[in-house]
């Protein structure tokens, strides 16, 4: 029984073509520019066996690592594939916009069935009275996506998200709250609250 085991096992290796896998292009990790690393080693021996004072020896190694992966050259070979991935990669973040991320959170607020800009609007004045920016790491990130004026100002971008944010500084959301009777916030911040 177990030698027909073993004889399955090798056929299902070969027709899966296991050695496929060694024929992709090696990694390699490179590091940013003024990257170092450092070793970081402690000795403490006490003076006395009944007294909690000792004497402490540290020892210290710090390396520069490599940031340019030209030192490397004769090793890895073909490097212009991961170059031309890094420029696309750059390409799509500078094209990320405030005013993308509204129409994306607009959609999933749609999705959730509240209405899209309504709500959002509603979110960001709301943001600006309440103290999300000192809720924790959660709570910045979510006080910086919903403060219009906390980024360069965009071209593109509706006057409709600065003027929610002023308005929410002055406390008057009651603007918002006919168009989008429930509030999102809400529920985000209970679940975060579920979180901590």
Not at 57 to 83: C, H, K, M, Q
Not at 154 to 162: H, M, R, V
Not at 174 to 184: D, R, W
């Amino acid at each position: 029984m177990s030698v027909f085991c073993v004889i399955c096992l090798v056929i299902l290796l070969l027709a899966c073509g296991h050695n496929a896998i060694h024929r992709r292009q090696k990694r390699y990790l490179l590091f940013t520019k003024d990257t170092q690393w450092g070793v970081f080693v402690t000795l403490s021996i006490p003076l006395h066996p009944e007294t909690t004072v000792s004497v402490a020896w540290f020892f210290e190694a710090n390396y520069y690592n490599v940031d340019n992966s030209t030192y490397f050259e004769p090793l890895l070979g073909d490097i212009n594939i991961a170059r031309s991935r890094n420029e696309r990669n750059a390409d799509l973040m500078s094209d990320f916009t405030r005013r993308r991320l509204y129409f994306l959170i607009e959609r999933v607020l749609e999705q959730h069935d509240y209405s899209g800009r309504a709500c959002l609007l509603r979110v960001i004045c709301e943001n600006g009275t309440s103290n999300l920016l000192h809720s924790g790491v959660l709570g910045d990130i979510l006080h910086l996506i919903l403060t219009p004026s906390t980024s360069m100002a965009e071209d593109n971008l509706p006057d409709c998200y600065y003027e929610a944010e002023y308005y929410g500084l002055d406390d008057r959301c009651e603007k918002y709250t006919e168009s989008c009777p429930s509030s999102p916030l809400e529920v985000i911040t209970t679940f975060i609250d579920r979180l901590i």
